[in-house]
T-cell receptor
Framework: GAVVSQHPSWVICKSGTSVKIECRSL??????MFWYRQFPKQSLMLMAT?????????EQGVEKDKFLINHASLTLSTLTVTSAHPEDSSFYIC??????????????FGSGTRLTVV | GNSVTQMEGPVTLSEEAFLTINCTYT??????LFWYVQYPGEGLQLLLK?????DKGSNKGFEATYRKETTSFHLEKGSVQVSDSAVYFC????????????FGTGTRLLVSP
């Protein structure tokens, strides 16, 4: 089945530094990747959608300059939290979607990254 | 717009009890419906799905039927286990356009021995 690998699984960083989170589709090509943020005991909030080779589409209220998304290949998307602050501490989850023409797997989620900014 | 409404939790059950988690949706057209499960500290795993009215999705003893007349997709299991303790998310996606998943708020299930 489809596997999405997300790294790191957890990270602690100092306030003001940047953190990069990687999301890789291991056995399929992901034309579209989604980035979510999840607050404790809450649902997933979609932050942005990225298509390979094009700029990400951000949801309303999400700062593009703070959450940089790059989808340089069909198997890799990265989320960089720039100049992180304690309020950015959260659980970030990526999701990858198979090519529409085959759509064998639908949406596959990574295991998430727990970011703590101190 | 599209939305998903789930029953609030936590749902607390004893092992082998019957489980129902209600889910209703609002959408235009004919969305696909999903149930995802999230174990502590992990991402989401697809539990089951249904892509058209009257479809029944099933997996690991869980079932849900796509009811267009009631716009519902309730999750059921006949006999829960302690290992089923997790958060369950109902979700939909429109089969046209940008195809973004829309999630419900999640329902925490706690099963005691």
């Amino acid at each position: 089945g489809a596997v999405v690998s997300q790294h790191p699984s957890w990270v602690i960083c100092k306030s003001g530094t940047s953190v990069k989170i990687e999301c890789r589709s291991l056995d399929f090509q992901a034309t579209t990747m989604f980035w979510y943020r999840q607050f404790p005991k809450q649902s997933l909030m979609l932050m942005a959608t990225s298509n390979e080779g094009s700029k990400a589409t951000y949801e309303q209220g999400v700062e593009k300059d703070k959450f940089l998304i790059n989808h340089a290949s069909l198997t890799l998307s990265t989320l960089t939290v720039t100049s992180a602050h304690p309020e950015d501490s959260s659980f970030y989850i990526c999701s990858a979607r198979d090519k529409p023409v085959t759509d064998r797997y639908g949406y596959t989620f990574g295991s998430g990254t727990r970011l703590t900014v101190v | 717009g599209n939305s998903v409404t789930q029953m609030e939790g936590p749902v607390t059950l004893s092992e082998e009890a019957f489980l129902t988690i209600n889910c209703t949706y609002t959408a235009t057209g004919y969305p696909s419906l999903f149930w995802y499960v999230q174990y502590p500290g992990e991402g989401l795993q697809l539990l089951l799905k249904a892509t058209k009215a009257d479809d029944k999705g099933s997996n690991k003893g869980f079932e849900a039927t796509y009811r267009k007349e009631t716009t519902s997709f309730h999750l059921e299991k006949g006999s829960v286990q302690v290992s089923d303790s997790a958060v369950y998310f109902c979700a939909l996606v429109q089969n046209t356009g940008f195809q973004k998943l829309v999630f419900g708020t999640g329902t925490r299930l706690l099963v005691s021995p």
